[in-house]
């Protein structure tokens, strides 16, 4: 059973940067596409960043130059380099994954193409 563990959350000031990371078990973390999402209350999970399994990479707007997303195979991990925070960045942000299909990998920057989420690290960026 693939699982995802989130960790290097936090609080800080605007303007300053945080990596979030998230270790894949489980399974061959190589053969899924990844994503960064975060949440805040009332709202829907949205998606920030994603990484396919040839390494591509896709960014919502809002965070374009700003973050960064990266794997590590061999470590079965997924980052998130967050740097210039804003306070509009504060969230629960989480990971996720999931397989290609039988027609590739779909489109990465939604919710609906995943299957497997961890619990989740906030991130909490003050003025």
């Known amino acids: 059973q693939v699982r995802l563990v989130e960790s290097g959350g936090g609080s800080v000031q605007a303007g300053g940067s945080l990596r979030l990371s998230c270790l894949f078990s489980?399974?061959?973390?190589?053969?899924?596409?990844m994503g960064w999402f975060r949440q805040t209350p009332g709202q829907e999970r949205e998606a920030v960043a994603a990484i396919d399994t040839d390494f591509s990479t896709s960014y919502t707007d809002s965070v374009k130059g700003r973050f960064t997303i990266s794997r590590d195979n061999a470590k079965n991990a997924l980052y998130l380099q967050m740097n210039s925070l804003k306070p509009e960045d504060t969230a629960m942000y989480y990971c996720a994954a999931n397989r290609p299909g039988r027609y590739g990998t779909p489109y990465v920057l939604t919710r609906f193409s995943y299957s497997v989420w961890g619990q989740g690290t906030q991130v909490i960026v003050s003025s």
């Open positions: 489980g399974d061959t973390s190589s053969s899924y596409y």
